[in-house]
């Protein structure tokens, strides 16, 4: 989670942990703004906030009130979520998932949508989208979920952030999961080795 400003402007990432304006890290925003976007840009209302979403939000100057509110108003709202895939597997007692390749952990704190009976209920294939943060350090698992979603109907595309490793020629890959470029030239160019990107695959 990151929180800045100028003193005029402000920043803030992190996970959607209230409603009633926004809340975000603890800090209240004014969205009535009109200004929620998805990850490509494309407008959405602001009903398709949902708790746990990870969101970047900027604002004019954060301030606190008499109550010690922290109080905002946004200016933009970006939404983005760090995976979208089916699930390769799923750990028996429900606290890591396997989505392209890449492993997810849960905590008490993740939000569950469309999972009456938790993770456990997912089978391989079922789509799902991961909102979390990734965790170069850890271990076992690449990212800490804060919210997951079965997502039904068609999807145009998956989608996995994180860090690209073994660039070669025309393929690269992310975790366990090796993706092929040739339908879009290859390697884009500025690509490096261990850094982290968003990268989008066709369904």
């Avoid at 965790?135 to 998956?158: F, P």
């Amino acid at each position: 989670v990151e929180t800045g400003g100028t003193g005029a402007t402000g920043y803030v990432q992190g996970p959607v942990n209230g409603f009633g304006s926004v809340f975000v890290s603890g800090i209240r925003f004014d969205d009535s703004c009109d200004c929620v976007e998805d990850a490509d840009g494309r407008p959405l209302s602001r009903d398709a906030l949902r708790l746990g979403m990870v969101i970047e939000v900027e604002s004019g100057a954060i301030s606190t009130d008499g109550s010690g509110t922290r109080n905002a108003v946004a200016t933009r709202i970006r939404v983005g979520s760090e995976l979208l895939g089916p699930v390769g597997d799923v750990n028996v007692d429900g606290t890591t998932v396997e989505v392209l390749g890449q492993r997810v952990r849960l905590t008490p704190a993740t939000v569950l949508d469309g999972l009456p009976g938790g993770v456990t209920a997912l089978t391989l294939g079922d789509v799902v989208e991961v909102h979390g943060f990734f965790d170069a350090g850890a271990m076992m698992a690449n990212y800490v979920a804060t919210r997951i979603e079965r997502r039904s109907g068609v999807v145009e595309n998956y989608r996995v952030r994180g860090i690209a490793r073994d660039l070669i020629e025309k393929t690269l890959r992310i975790g366990t999961q090796i993706f092929d470029l040739t339908e879009i030239g290859g390697l884009p160019a500025g690509l490096a080795d261990a850094l982290s990107y968003p990268f989008f695959q066709s369904v």
